[in-house]
């Protein structure tokens, strides 16, 4: 069945030039291949973000190392944070919600497709723009440097007086650039979901991964705009000479964290609502039952949504806030626990007395659930102000925050990767590479990750080029450091088993999973048009009903 | 091509879904409040904060007669999607050149002011905390009265051509929705620095 659409497709993909080709992938408007490009560009910033972080560990390996100067070394942590976030987090997200939300709502694309392709070149150009800072940063007369004032850019660091040349402004435009095509994308996110469902797809039927990109999405909205905002005021501030963070003038520099951190604590739940919608398709695929609670996550979702929006000043604790205000958000932030607790038990009931099949994905979801706990344990460690005044600005922040997107989010994405790439390539990832790089990558993280917490917790700040020996830090250093090679070898691992499945990969056939939602009854890789004719669903779980005509879900539900 | 077609039988419930050009323009209108709710924090913070004048009460006049423009073009292009609705392409066009008229003379009374502003009183987006909040947030505003006014310009082109009719009255109706929260956002503005701002 689906080998003969992939003879059709071949068929008319051999014996033309590349530059046809390239030309088709550049102009598309398809929404598979928009995601694919998006994923692709991820990919790419990924292994030059993880780079980076290669650089900074390997000045961090012992004391008094030379590794990079000073200067060097504040870029690469400004360069770190800024693509990991903006040009490896969202672009990776929305390129799965791109390619899997049309098709599992039964839909033969987005809802606009041209306004898809304008959104991904206005990020991929965000990313370029910033990038060309290593080359245009300084300007003409120099040899170029990147923006070096920290991924969330305090004021006065970005006034002229203290950024001189052109690299914070490389940086702000290219967010500024890349957070308008985020908009673009969360909107017709939103009008594929609410206008392009298929008939009986009701709102209570949609596959949770369908209902958490709706929420993320809705966040995008009030959440990127806020920095769209601050970034226009500082380009004011650095262009028309305005004072809105010039101390000098009245203006204030806490005006900006508060700006930054209501667009930084929101994007942090826009970044991990996905894994949670990766965790909620694949455990119950994996555990051979449907999801525990389905109604219980929608709301839950919902309400880390809304009380994302009000936990922001818990990055702020150290600046010296009334004791109201850290009441306030101490217990706002605690609060979020609440919601997020309840998807982890869901999840665990999910797989309760299910017969778990511990193939690839299903092992990077158990890991993500219990390195997403602990992720979460250190959150209400630092969400509490008394706490956060001892340890704000250590490594244990450090240590907390990639727990939550490394241990919690990329452990998911790998995940989806694993999951969908039979879908998006037609060829299933070699079981034996993937265990290997889950297994490297498990070790690694934990060996960096687990062990940060310490040096943290014995006062060593974030963000500095190097240290003293015989503080207690230097064996934890070195450990960690020994800790992201083996995540840099796993990564590789990872890549190579991209490309060797590619080539050489099991043809993965419409349902390899035997999985229950709509873009399993589709050829692997989708036709174009996705359905031939548009599908008509009566339960959460259509391919489930049409394999067990007997036994219908909608029974259930 | 029997081999790709789908298992599913063809649709027989009755299926309606809200057209996504609402939706889309509501998710714009959502995420463009954000921006502005985040300007008009700032203009608030900074109120009374500047450390050299001129201060808004010196400078500042309220330009009633340009807000009614402003304002009342709601309701022309409210009755022209109506008419266009009907299919009245007569009414339709006059209201919407009347919209656009209205549209243009607010964005007269802005550029007078500004000219006074910096002219008379020598106020520049640089000169004090109030100019840097005033004119970034009168800008924001203006600029997207003329992304508003360039769209309806483009209908008013494509409607003398008679390409505008029954149909089309859909996507009008998207373009007046954002025509409405330019108007909107207008009040906000408007209260913020010539009613609480003075």
């Given at each position: 069945m689906s080998s003969d659409a992939m003879a059709i497709r071949t068929a008319s993909e051999t014996g033309r030039p590349w530059v046809e080709t390239l030309h088709e992938w550049v102009t598309t408007v398809d929404h598979k291949r928009l995601g694919i490009l998006y994923i692709l560009y991820a990919l790419f910033f990924l292994v030059v973000a993880g780079s980076e972080a290669m650089i900074m560990r390997i000045q961090l390996m012992?004391?008094?190392?030379?590794?990079?100067s000073p200067q060097v070394f504040n870029r690469m942590f400004t360069m770190h944070g800024t693509t990991m976030v903006f040009f490896v987090g969202i672009p990776i997200l929305f390129g799965f919600a791109n390619y899997i939300v049309p098709l599992m709502i039964g839909a033969?694309?987005?809802?606009f497709p041209r306004l898809n392709a304008f959104s991904f070149w206005l990020t991929a150009f965000g990313g370029f723009l910033l990038y060309f800072s290593f080359f245009g940063g300084s300007g003409l007369y120099g040899a170029g440097s990147a923006p070096?004032?920290?991924?969330?850019?305090?004021?006065p660091l970005t006034s002229r007086a203290f950024s001189p040349g052109h690299s914070t402004d490389y940086w702000t435009i290219g967010l500024l650039v890349a957070g308008f095509g985020s908009i673009g994308t969360a909107i017709n996110i939103i009008a594929t979901i609410l206008c392009m469902r298929c008939p009986g797809m009701k709102l209570g039927r949609m596959p949770l991964l369908v209902w958490m990109n709706l929420v993320m999405s809705g966040m995008v909205l009030i959440a990127i705009t806020p920095l769209s905002a601050a970034q226009i005021m500082l380009c004011v501030d650095r262009y028309l000479g305005g004072h809105f963070f010039d101390t000098q003038a009245g203006g204030s520099a806490t005006l900006w964290m508060h700006f930054f951190w209501i667009f930084g604590h929101p994007e942090v739940y826009i970044l991990i609502i996905p894994a949670f919608a990766f965790m909620s398709e694949i455990v119950p695929v994996f555990s051979r039952k449907p999801i525990f609670g389905y109604p219980v996550m929608v709301g839950a979702t919902v309400c880390i949504g809304f009380l994302s929006l009000s936990v922001w000043a818990h990055h702020m604790f150290t600046i010296g806030m009334s004791s109201y205000t850290n009441a306030f958000f101490t217990l706002t932030t605690l609060a979020v626990g609440i919601p997020t607790g309840i998807k982890i038990f869901n999840w665990l009931g999910t797989m309760w007395g299910g017969k778990i099949q511990f193939k690839t994905p299903m092992l990077f979801c158990i890991a993500f659930l219990f390195q997403f706990l602990i992720a979460g344990l250190t959150g209400i460690m630092l969400g509490s102000a008394a706490f956060n005044w001892q340890l704000s600005g250590s490594y244990f922040v450090v240590a907390h925050f990639h727990y939550t997107l490394v241990g919690g989010l990329l452990f998911a994405i790998f995940a989806a990767f694993y999951y969908w790439y039979p879908k998006i390539i037609g060829k299933m990832l070699s079981e034996g590479l993937g265990k290997l790089h889950f297994w490297l990558l498990f070790i690694g993280f934990h060996l960096t990750f687990d062990l940060m917490h310490i040096p943290g917790l014995l006062g060593m700040p974030r963000r500095i080029y190097t240290y003293e020996p015989g503080r207690g830090w230097d064996t934890w250093n070195l450990l960690i450091t020994i800790g992201a090679f083996i995540q840099g070898i796993a990564t590789l691992v990872f890549v190579a088993n991209l490309i060797i499945s590619y080539f050489k990969g099991a043809k993965a056939g419409s349902d390899p999973w035997d999985a229950w939602t709509l873009e399993w009854s589709v050829s692997s890789p989708p036709p174009s048009y996705n359905f031939a004719s548009i599908p008509t669903v009566a339960s959460r779980r259509p391919l489930w009903d049409l394999k067990h005509p007997e036994d219908q879900d909608g029974r259930y539900e | 091509m029997s081999a790709i077609s789908s298992p599913f039988p063809e649709s027989a419930v009755a299926w309606k879904l809200p057209y996504r050009g609402k939706i889309g323009m509501a998710c714009l209108i959502i995420a463009e409040s954000a921006i502005f709710t985040i300007f008009v924090v700032a203009y608030l913070f900074y109120g009374g904060k500047s450390l050299t004048g001129p201060t808004p009460r010196e400078v500042l006049e309220i330009p009633i007669f340009f807000s009614i423009c402003l304002l009342s073009s709601s309701a022309t292009i409210h009755l022209a999607s109506r008419f266009l609705e009907r299919g009245k392409r007569g009414g339709f066009l006059i209201l919407w050149v009347l919209t656009i008229v209205l549209g243009v003379l607010f964005m007269y009374g802005t550029g007078r002011e500004w000219h006074r502003l910096i002219?008379?009183?020598?106020?520049?987006?640089?000169?004090n905390l109030f100019g840097t909040t005033y004119y970034s947030l009168v800008g924001l505003h203006a600029f997207h009265v003329t992304a508003g006014l360039l769209m309806l310009t483009i209908v008013l082109l494509f409607g003398l051509a008679g390409r505008v009719g029954q149909e089309q009255s859909g996507r009008i109706d998207v373009l007046s929705m954002y025509w409405h929260f330019v108007d909107v956002v207008w009040v906000v503005v408007f209260t913020v620095v010539y009613v609480l701002g003075r």
């Open positions: 012992y004391p008094h190392n030379a590794f990079v033969r694309d987005m809802a070096d004032v920290g991924w969330w850019a305090y004021a | 002219y008379e009183h020598g106020l520049t987006i640089s000169t």
